[in-house]
Every structure is written in C-alpha cells, then in structure tokens.
C-alpha cells in the first residue's frame, strides 16, 4: 500500500497520520510519498508524534520525492508532477501519476489550470485522469477542469474536490462538468461517482 500526500492543507492532510498509525500497527506493508522537502523537513515532528519513523514509513528511506521523481513501492509506482495551489508549509504542492499494472493515472491534486499539463498527457500517456472541479476560492472549476482534460488527454477522466464542503461547489458541479468536456474533448469518458459507489474503467 502506498499513500499519497499531495499537500499539507487540513481537507488533504485530514486524518493521514492516524491513517499511517494504523495501518503500521496492523503490520501492512505500507509507505507514504509526498514533495521531498515535506517529508524530509515541515512534517518530521508529526510523523514523531504520531510514533512514526519516517525514516521507515516514507518512501526512499525517509526523502520522499521530488518533481519528476519516483516512488516505487508494493508494485505501485508514483511520480511527482506540479500542481499550481498553495500550501501551509511553503512547500510546493503536488500532483501524482501513479502507474498501477499496465494503467497509468494522473491525480491532479488541488490545482488551477496550467500549461504544462500538457506536458504531463504527453509525457505519461495517462489512460485516467483524476481533476478537481470545486473551483470557489481555491482550485479550478469545472470549464477550466474540462480544458485541464484536454490538455492531459486522458480517454477516461473522473472529477473529484467537489460537493464535499461548502467552499466548493456542490453536486451540480459533477454535471457542469461532464457538459464542457463533451463540448471540447467529445471522445472524453466521463465518470462521476457518488460517495460509497465504485466503478470499473476499461
């Protein structure tokens, strides 16, 4: 098993250490990844407080990984990628393409539209990928995650940070989106769950 930290804002960062805590005391092979300098430097007292040796729970003995960098663990293997948001360490925050098997998903995190993401469709040919949609004061909205789609070029996409508080927008959005990517990537599968469902793509 191996968790992802995108950033270290409360709505992400949530319950992780207990999580950790947890799954550790169970004796599960598991490891975390996150940008080097959180793991390495503004989280350290946490994972010590939380009786967690980063040195052993974080991947490539307690670094982490930096942009373009690898995590490899349990056969899941994740690359740090940008993402263009804030954190409350200063640390840059971060998105993910995890290669599971033969599939390839790019996580956004929590993000604005940028360039580059281009960049990321090209690079690792995705066959999911996973963008936030929330938009209110904080990551794109649903237009702009559509274009992020287009952008990525991943055949099958799935919008997530939304209707789950109420600084984002609320369960209308899932369909605001699905709207704008069948106007400007048609061929785009779009796959909107609700909480306790699930879904098989390919």
Known sequence: ?????????GDHIGDY??????LSDRKLNVKTV?????????????????NLDPATIVVNGGAGTNFGGV??????????????????????????????????????????????????????????AL??????????G???AAEACRLVGAPNVMPVHYAHNAHVLGPEAGEAFRAEVARIAPKTRV????????TQIG
């Open 1 to 9: 098993m191996l968790v992802l930290l995108t950033h270290d804002h």
């Open 17 to 22: 250490f207990e999580l950790l805590r947890v």
């Open 34 to 50: 996150g940008q080097s300098d959180l793991m390495r430097a503004a989280l350290v007292p946490k994972f010590k407080e939380a």
């Open 71 to 128: 995590a490899t663990h349990a056969g899941i293997r994740a690359t740090l990628v940008p993402a263009v948001h804030s954190t409350l360490s200063g640390v840059p925050a971060a998105g993910f393409v995890v290669r599971l098997g033969s599939t390839t998903v790019y996580c956004s995190g929590d993000t604005d539209l940028f360039g580059d993401m281009a960049s990321i469709g090209r690079r690792y040919k995705p066959d999911l």
């Open 131 to 140: 963008v936030c949609i929330g938009n209110g004061a904080f990551t794109m």
């Open 142 to 144: 649903p237009a702009d």
């Open 191 to 198: 796959t909107l769950l609700k909480p306790g469902s699930s």
